[in-house]
T-cell receptor, first 111, second 116 residues
């Protein structure tokens, strides 16, 4: 089935550890996004990409880095995880002017 | 960034009844898009309905309809004949027509409980 795939679905990290979240889409979408979802705060944009090789900061980019080396993949990295980064992370993709297709989310806990 | 406000953190409705979820937004633009997304306990985000600002007619999708009041910057979602499967978190979202990044701005969500 076409869509957006996020890996992993769950992860527990210790403070200071690093990790990469992978987002893959097979719809040939130009635009890809990383959001974090926290209770009472909705979804907040971390970083986004408008095409292969491009990235841009969103609303809450601090502590995260991203890369879009291939059009179908958008990676989110945490270099030194902090408890404040405990959250549910969503990847989404879209064509220009289109609605989002979301991945199923990654629940990350930093202890 | 545009601001999207959902002033009802929680709502409940009796099964088969009608419920309306509120959403307001702040923008100086004349052309934009509005969306309602549903997030059930599975965590998957599901598009419920979409409205283009240039269209005066309110969007409808089966039991879901919107009341779009452009001058008031209001975009409420009405769910008719509520079903147990409608229980979820609902997010209102805004997207500018001119925004080159195609970013969506989301409200904080309304948790809907359906009472049998």
């Amino acid at each position: 089935n076409a869509g957006v795939t996020q890996t992993p679905k769950f992860r527990v990290l210790k403070t200071g550890q690093s990790m990469t979240l992978l987002c893959a889409q097979d719809m040939n979408h130009e635009y890809m996004y990383w959001y974090r979802q926290d209770p009472g705060m909705g979804l907040r944009l971390i970083h986004y990409s408008v095409g292969e090789g491009t990235t841009a900061k969103g609303e809450v980019p601090d502590g995260y880095n991203v890369s879009r080396l291939k059009k179908q993949n958008f990676l989110l990295g945490l270099e030194s995880a902090a408890p404040s980064q405990t959250s549910v992370y969503f990847c989404a993709s879209s064509a220009w002017g289109g609605g989002y297709t979301f991945g199923s989310g990654t629940r990350l806990t930093v202890v | 960034a545009q601001t999207v406000t959902q002033s009802q953190p929680e709502m409940s409705v009796q099964e088969a009844e009608t419920v309306t979820l509120s959403c307001t937004y702040d923008t100086s633009e004349s052309d934009y898009y509005l969306f309602w997304y549903k997030q059930p306990p599975s965590r998957q985000m599901i598009l419920v309905i979409r409205q283009e600002a240039y269209k005066q007619q309110n969007a409808t999708e089966n039991r879901f309809s919107v009341n779009f009041q452009k001058a008031a910057k209001s975009f409420s979602l009405k769910i008719s004949d509520s079903q147990l499967g409608d229980a979820a978190m609902y997010f209102c979202a805004y997207r500018s027509h001119q925004n080159t990044g195609n970013q969506f701005y989301f409200g904080t969500g309304t948790s809907l409980t359906v009472i049998p």
